[in-house]
């Protein structure tokens, strides 16, 4: 499967490199460009697909909503944030690696959420990545919120011992929001 992905990766990658470099008439020092780009792109995707195999390795995985989900709520409660965070519908796998902290959520389809409390909008992809470390989730990947029209990928999500009743929500250019605790509470 892996070597099937990759080729067809690189098939598909050459076509499109051509085809664009013939529409824009680029000459021809232009298609051994795309030819190399063609070829490193996929290269570059199995490397990291081979990282996150090797992170996943040592995980304790649960499938099905009920046990993924209960099992989401402890973590998110043992490292004391709070257990609504990651309102996910539908989860098929959780998986969770003690030794380094890293998460993986997968749901059946990405899901939109409000959060009435702070009147924000939440996206959540199909797969949520990231890390726990102490009381914050770090390297966060999958999870966006919505900012004037904008949607802003969340990085981190902290609650700092300062202000342990608000969470700090940073984007990957390090700007952050805080927003209060309570906002994320599930109600029962």
């Known amino acids: 499967l892996f070597w099937r992905r990759r080729t067809v990766g690189v098939c598909v990658c050459v076509c499109v490199s051509v085809c664009l470099c013939a529409l824009l008439s680029f000459p021809f020092s232009s298609y051994f ?3 190399c780009w063609a070829v490193v792109y996929p290269i570059i995707f199995s490397i990291m697909d081979s990282k996150v195999v090797e992170l996943r390795q040592n995980a304790r995985v649960y499938k099905g909503h009920s046990s993924a989900f209960e099992k989401a709520v402890n973590l998110l409660e043992s490292h004391e944030l709070p257990n609504g965070l990651l309102p996910i519908d539908d989860i ?3 998986g969770y690696v003690e030794q380094s902290g890293y998460f993986w959520i997968r749901q059946k389809t990405s899901k939109d ?3 009435k409390r702070i ?3 939440v996206s959540y992809a199909k797969e949520v990545c990231g890390y726990f470390e102490g ?3 770090k390297k966060l990947t999958g999870v966006k919120a919505k900012e004037l029209m ?3 990928p969340i990085a981190e999500i902290s609650q700092r011992d300062s202000q342990p009743a608000q969470l700090l929500f ?3 250019s390090g700007l952050g929001k805080w927003h209060p605790v309570e906002a994320f509470v599930l109600q029962n």
Do not use: D, P, Q
Request: charged share 20%.
């Open 113 to 115: 959420h409000y959060f």
């Open 33 to 35: 460009w795309a030819l």
């Open 135 to 137: 009381n914050s989730l």
């Open 119 to 121: 009147s924000r909008h």
């Open 92 to 94: 098929e796998e959780l």
């Open 170 to 172: 940073k984007s990957n």
């Open 150 to 152: 904008i949607w802003v």
